[in-house]
Nanobody, 118 residues
């Protein structure tokens, strides 16, 4: 089992930027970001394959969010630009799987709150 620790959340005004980090306790082939807003289901945001750097995104964040990785640090980043109030959610990183559905992943971080004010 891989332990994941997220950081970097906070409060930002609409149009602003934040960068989230997720550090893994060991090597992992795929890491993804999900988010969950109050009263809503957890939804996929972005994913990355460590070996190739291949990325994929939810349509709602394409062109605004960028996922990247540091292989030496077993860390994934989520750069979030042009933030909107609807991006407000708890953001989670996940590994131990592959795909765009939460049930496809075994290991999860504790989550970090992102709040975008209008």
């Amino acid at each position: 089992q891989v332990q994941l620790v997220e950081s970097g959340g906070g409060l930002v005004q609409a149009g602003g930027s934040l960068r989230l980090s997720c550090a893994a306790s060991g090597r992992t082939p795929v890491m993804s970001w999900f988010r969950q807003a109050p009263g809503k289901e957890r939804e996929f945001v972005a994913g990355i394959i460590f070996s190739s750097g291949t990325t994929w995104y939810a349509d709602s964040v394409k062109g605004r969010f960028t996922v990247s990785r540091d292989n030496a640090k077993n860390t994934v980043y989520l750069q979030m630009n042009s933030l909107k109030p609807e991006d407000t959610a708890v953001y989670y990183c996940a590994t131990g799987g592959h795909g765009s559905r939460p049930e496809q992943y075994d290991d999860w971080g504790q989550g970090t709150q992102v709040t975008v004010s209008s």
